[in-house]
């Protein structure tokens, strides 16, 4: 494309386009960011340095990376919450990140942060997650004593191994510790806003599924949830945004109004123990859990039975296998346990 005009002559003297290119994206945030904002031509850099890209700036280029990798592609037939549940509205992982994307990018764009930065975080989050939702995690714990086994440093192998994008350090360290249970935190703004962006698309939308799963009415909700967010659906997004958008001008850092946090804190605990950890979905987590883990033992007796395509030959056998087990998605892993086992692993979906 080098060499081309920079503008398309008309017939009535007008030039129709305006060329845009890397240099004049990365002049525009100069001036356009605020202080705390990451701008890509002050990026730390790749593992392997590249050449630049003609037209995208270093985020731009790590988003459409992460857009087209296999890791991405899975995600739809991956569970949130509800595990392989019948009807199209259920929020799969894909959608959730979907929506964390947006979500990010509007907490970016308020606060004149590096939206791409955040997007491209944000698409990345969960990558790393296993079949059947954080339960995955619960499964493959044991198998790595020394830390256990977390989605986000999956998602980070991914890219930095198994797909090998060559992301730039900030889009890994912001999807390294997108989790709040990740010590220490991202070193960019744009990482807390996809921190923030994450806890604000999880409660909301499964909140909205157990309600539609009959598992929770609008009346089982906190009276001070309801009270601050008003009603489960859009509502809580608009004000949860505004509440960090607020908070965050005020402190100098992205976080949130403190009672409008502990308001969410409430949230999320009532979430713990009416849903993520209620007894309506725990004898599917337990059928879940060892799916995977039958998974996993038969892999290890018979590495061999892993796709040379997924396997990274320089890592050890129990890291092979969990490579492959958890990039599975809830349908491939259930098929494979029909495969192996004559059975199907599980009972009918929960919905």
Known sequence: MRGLPDEGPAPDG??????????????????????AGVRASDSRG???????????????????RILHSKAFRRLKHKTQVFIDPEGDHYVTRLTHTVQVTQIARALA??????ETLAEAIALGHDAGHSPFGHTGEDALSPYFPQGGWHHAAQSVRIFEQLEDLNLTAEVGDGIRAHSWRI???????????????????YLTHDALDAVR?????????????????SRPGRAWVGAMISAVITGSLAAGEVTMDQATLDVMHQLRAFMFERIYLGPALRQHQVEAIDVIRRLVDHHLGHPED???????????VVTQVADYVSGMTDRYALATHLRLFGTPGMRDPLL
């Open 14 to 35: 007008t030039r129709p386009f305006r060329r845009r290119a890397r240099e004049q994206r990365e002049a525009e945030e100069q001036l356009r960011l605020a202080p």
């Open 46 to 64: 790749r593992l392997r340095p590249e050449p630049p890209d003609e037209f995208r700036t270093a985020f731009e280029r790590d988003r459409d």
């Open 109 to 114: 764009a308020a606060l004149s942060l590096n």
């Open 183 to 201: 010590d220490p935190p991202p070193y960019t703004q744009e990482g807390f806003c996809v921190r923030y962006a994450d806890r604000i698309a």
């Open 213 to 229: 799963a009959g598992l929770l009415s609008e009346q089982d909700f906190p009276g001070l949830v309801i009270e601050r967010f």
């Open 306 to 316: 892993i796709p040379a395509s997924y396997r990274d030959t320089d890592a050890g």
